[in-house]
């Protein structure tokens, strides 16, 4: 049955909806948006039955409302990831995520003798490929791919 029909998580009234995020990775996005830093209510569901993904999860999160650093984040990790920006109850604006053509400050890098990993530096990569994801280090040249995606925390 569709989760819309029966609504498993109730619906918001204003904040930010993460939808069609595979199940495997909700733990991985709750991560890099450090949700669990956040004070906002936040309500979510996985292993639900969705058409296109198999088994999907869903985020709810009230009053909150993302920065384009943050939807580069889910980018990054969840690609197939929809937008559903909520104001009234109503479905104000539905975004796709995309992996930026740069990434910075936002990942780390894969070499441990990189400049980024031993000084204070922010780290900025160029993106290589998008699907699966390639970074190549602005300051070293590696490349770090999907297999070692560290993200750095925020908030
Ligand atoms: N939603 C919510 N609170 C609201 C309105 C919507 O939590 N006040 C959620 C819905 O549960 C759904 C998502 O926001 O998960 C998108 O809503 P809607 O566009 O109405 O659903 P669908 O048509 O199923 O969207 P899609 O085609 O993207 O799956
Ligand atoms: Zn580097």
Redo the contacts with the bound molecule.
Sequence with gaps: MK??KQ?V?S???DGT?I??IPARLLFNVINILGLAKIENQITFGTNLESHKLGKKA?I?LSEVFFRKDDLDRIALIAPQA?I?V?RE???VE?KTVEVPDHVEGIVKCVNPACITNNQPVRTKFEVVSKQPVSLKCHYCEKITDSDNLVMISHR
């Design positions: 989760e819309k609504l998580v619906a918001i009234k909806v939808d069609h869903i709810k929809k559903n909520i109850y109503e479905v539905k």
